[in-house]
T-cell receptor, first 113, second 113 residues
Framework: NAGVTQTPKFQVLKTGQSMTLQCAQD?????MYWYRQDPGMGLRLIYY???????DKGEVPNGYNVSRLNKREFSLRLESAAPSQTSVYFC????????????FGPGTRLLVL | AQSVAQPEDQVNVAEGNPLTVKCTYS??????LFWYVQYPNRGLQFLLK??????LVKGSYGFEAEFNKSQTSFHLKKPSALVSDSALYFC???????????FGAGTILRVKS
């Protein structure tokens, strides 16, 4: 049981390049989330998916797209990276039972030059 | 809209002394409140939550939190701090749609021996 996994762990991009961040969970959770973490700002929600086939915008969706490929996988795509997207990106999934807890992946550190 | 405030950027405490990390919240309706901890270069780990019931919630690693409805606070506490408790702590409140979490900016806890 690996929990939530993310790839890659670290990536350097040039402005204008594109890339996809991968996330997978093996806990059979319906809900999955993408956050970005910036110093002094906590974590901010980019997109979330309440179930397979559905996605919704969070607080800071501009410049990103997501795909809920299946129940396990939820990817985040940067079509044209900008320096403002330099951040640490976390994927999470949530238990729907009374525990309500979100489980986080180890993060992807992205540097856009 | 839900919001969380962590008024202290950093808390310093000596090993063996009690610690408190403060959190206040703003939410319509009954709050679902969480504390997460982040160790360097790691994802967030769930510590504890308040959904309903007793105002004093016990969690992992000897931490507890006290829910105070009148003061809209959910402070994290531990009777005796350890050096290994040094980390970044986040308070979060669950939004009403999609189980989204709204995070505070985080508080760095430094425990010195």
């Amino acid at each position: 049981n690996a929990g939530v996994t993310q790839t890659p762990k670290f990536q350097v991009l040039k402005t204008g390049q594109s890339m996809t961040l991968q996330c997978a969970q093996d806990m059979n959770h319906n809900s999955m989330y993408w956050y970005r973490q910036d110093p002094g700002m906590g974590l901010r929600l980019i997109y979330y998916s309440a179930s397979e086939g559905t996605t919704d915008k969070g607080e800071v969706p501009n410049g990103y797209n997501v795909s809920r490929l299946n129940k396990r996988e939820f990817s985040l795509r940067l079509e044209s990276a900008a320096p403002s997207q330099t951040s640490v990106y976390f994927c999470a999934s949530r238990a729907e039972d009374t525990k309500e807890t979100q489980y986080f992946g180890p993060g992807t550190r992205l540097l856009v030059l | 809209a839900q919001s969380v405030a962590q008024p202290e950027d950093q808390v310093n405490v000596a090993e063996g002394n009690p610690l408190t990390v403060k959190c206040t919240y703003s939410v319509s309706g009954n709050p679902y409140l969480f504390w997460y901890v982040q160790y360097p270069n790691r994802g967030l780990q769930f510590l504890l939550k308040y959904i309903t019931g007793d105002n004093l919630v016990k969690g992992s690693y000897g931490f507890e939190a006290e829910f105070n409805k009148s003061q809209t606070s959910f402070h994290l506490k531990k009777p005796s701090a350890l050096v290994s408790d040094s980390a970044l702590y986040f308070c979060a409140v669950r939004g009403h749609v999609g189980g989204k979490l709204v995070f505070g900016a985080g508080t760095i806890l430094r425990v010195k021996s």
